[in-house]
């Protein structure tokens, strides 16, 4: 099929972009679907995606690669569970790269029994990605959407590979593997989770993002989230910080969006060592990191930014009356060792081969325990 758009046109764009010039949601959407369906020479799609992230997206922009994204490139389940699926992630592109922390918060929130419906890439701008550390754990990361559905069902957790032909079967694994940079993708991209969740906390990587990420989550469904930006210095993480002020945007149900923060000292932490809380410099050390964590033995600088940000799913989820409250029974859940149960019915159920997934997690863990 012929592209509709000729490349003409489609450079015209680009050069819009160049000139810091917007699009509307619409033909943000019409570019993106040619760049999903491969009509664009590559060059063409590399240069609208590097205009885009130049300029700096707008919530329009960002809808519009949504829409383009969901609507022909994601495969759709939808989980029997007892409570509503929530997801937690972040959308990378922060000046501070941490270790795996919304990955094992997932874990500890699964563990607390909130259904956890996660949506992750490889590695794009730092060492190891969630998808990169939990196929380290033993977990099929090329495990079809329904094994997934299965997994999040059972063991109340599941994660889908947003680069995977098995989840986004057109074109989202080819471009994410392309590029190594931050884009508009790592917005976009990162909500278009097969499981559609209602609930769910999302890292950003600037504030002015708190300004609309929540309106824009609420607009594709969201009836509650968490938009969550931390601060490290003159550094960000897209997560809550022990290391500094928290930002935080929260949509309410009512779609009302309001806004706070908090210092680590107004949850009762002690502001954690920055050095531990960066990330490794491989990915068996970021998953012998993980599991030292969930078996209570790590440092407490890591737990604590751990139990943080697992703590923003149990508030959300209404398991914790308060932050501080659902940082405390994070905490609690790590040192009675149903996080780190949690962790192994994970990799029973997400895989083809739970024997061999098991195995791979005994193998590693046999290092640290």
Known sequence: MESSVSMKDYGQVITKLINKESLTKSVSKEMFMEILTD????????????????????????????????????????????????????????????FNISTIASIIAAAAGIPMAKHGSRALTSVCGTI??????????????????????????????????????????????????????????????????KYGVRGVYSKEMLDFIPQLMGEIGYQRALVVYGEVGDQCMDEASTLGTTYIAELKEDKTVENYSFNPQDMGITPGIVDEIRTFDSVEESALCIIRLLNGKETRSREDIVALNAGLILYLRDKASSIREGYELSRELIHNGKAWDKLKSWVKYQNRDGIQGMATLEKLAEKVL
């Open 132 to 197: 990169d550390v939990l196929e380290a754990l033993g977990i099929d990361m090329n495990s079809s959407v329904d094994v997934v559905k299965e997994s999040i069902e059972k063991a109340g957790i599941g994660i889908f590979n947003g680069m995977s032909p098995e989840v986004h079967p057109m074109a989202l694994g080819r471009i994410l593997s392309q590029i190594s940079f931050g884009s508009v993708l790592n917005i976009s991209a990162s909500l278009a989770n097969p499981a559609l969740p």
């Open 39 to 98: 009509k664009q020479t590559a060059m063409q799609q590399g240069a609208f995606l590097a205009a885009l992230s130049a300029k700096g997206a707008t919530p329009e922009e960002v809808a519009g690669s949504f829409e383009a994204i969901y609507e022909v490139d994601t495969l759709k389940v939808d989980p029997v569970t007892e409570f509503p699926v929530v997801d937690n992630c972040g959308t990378g592109m922060d000046t501070f790269k941490t």
